[in-house]
């Protein structure tokens, strides 16, 4: 489909609008990960409606040191992978249309939840992402606005601003896209060379050995709620052989949540990438609640994030996945 290229506010306002208007936000250097919330953009708006891409690179979310200058900008490229997704327009404006001052002197502070984890490696990022999240919500005017959930604690703080601050605006995650390796796709994985790839594989690797072991788990828990502690059930258990599968359910029932032992799971990978040629070097590894990326205590049911950033060689990567914990009986 043919997409428009648009670099201020008033040629998008001046559009005309029948239907849904669904954005996606990026920083450029479109792959398959931004293809897809394009793709759902597009379901979510209906024929009727439009699709708006902004590509544009914050510089309030960069750091002493990282990487502002060397962000990869491929507005050409951008514009057909949007085009082929399902995008009407990509709004991509100058550093003077979105901050016609300068730097704001007022900007939206992510609060203590945005000290955490990603907050604390990268004193102010929240504070520069919120900022330019809520210029770009009011320049382009959506009803709904797609993130993906590989970037898990801004999409978190995202949608704990709409709803704080009332923004009229619907926040939709979309599942993380991965590679066939099992790499969650950035923009920053281009900077990898083969080796520097091969140990950042530890921390999707990490994630997944945390689920196996938590669904190990899960599954224990629900057989010991299935398996009443009765001397006559284990006298029957034991007549056919499956007493010691019993005895295990009951004594995972009796355990203490898994918390722990996701954790120890997922570490023990990381602590094997530490050793390879080259090391990955561990930010942090953490299991939070979504509310307010806390760690979780051993009680926590429901939805918790695990999550992951390392740096290999001189590219720092994020990563996280979802677990359910359930009540235990």
């Known amino acids: 489909m043919t997409t428009t ?5 008033a040629e998008l306002h001046a559009r005309v609008r029948t239907g849904r208007r669904a954005v996606v936000m ?12 394009i ?10 409606g439009e699709v708006v891409v902004t590509v544009f690179v914050n510089p309030l979310q960069f750091g002493a040191g990282e990487d502002l200058d ?15 997704a399902g995008a009407d327009v990509v709004f991509a404006p100058a550093v003077d249309e979105v901050y016609p001052g300068g730097e704001p002197q007022v900007r939206i502070t992510a609060g203590p939840m945005g000290e955490r984890l990603e907050g604390a490696s990268r004193p102010g990022h929240f504070d520069g992402m919120l900022t330019v999240v809520a210029k770009l919500l009011h320049l382009t005017r959506p009803d ?43 923009s920053r994985n281009r900077y990898l060379s083969p080796k520097e790839r091969r140990t950042a594989l530890a921390l999707s690797q990490a994630l997944f050995a945390g689920a196996d072991r938590h669904a190990a788990q899960e599954a ?46 997922a570490r023990l990978v990381l602590d094997e990438a530490a050793r390879l040629t080259p090391p990955l070097e561990l930010d942090y590894l953490a299991l939070v609640d979504p509310d307010d990326f806390t760690e979780i205590g051993d009680d926590f049911t429901g939805e918790a994030v695990l999550a992951v950033a390392a740096r290999v060689g001189a590219t720092r990567l994020i990563d996280n996945i979802t677990l359910t914990f359930g009540a235990a009986s």
């Open 26 to 37: 990026t920083m450029g250097a479109l792959h398959e990960g931004h293809a897809t919330l």
């Open 39 to 48: 793709r759902t953009a597009r379901r979510i708006a209906g024929p009727d």
């Open 5 to 9: 290229l648009l670099r201020t506010a």
């Open 144 to 186: 709904v606005a797609l993130y993906g959930q590989k970037d898990a604690q801004q999409l978190a703080l995202i949608r704990r601003m709409v709803r704080d601050l009332n923004f009229d605006v619907e926040i939709v995650g979309v599942p993380t896209v991965r590679e066939e390796d099992g790499l969650a796709l950035s």
């Open 70 to 84: 060397r962000y990869p900008r491929t507005l050409d490229a951008d514009l057909e992978v949007a085009g082929r």
């Open 220 to 265: 224990l828990r629900a057989r010991a709620r299935e398996v009443p502690a009765t001397r006559a059930r284990a006298e029957a258990l034991s007549a056919i052989g499956e007493s010691r599968a019993a005895a295990d359910a009951h004594a995972v029932a009796k355990a203490a949540p898994g918390s722990a032992a996701v954790r120890a799971a």
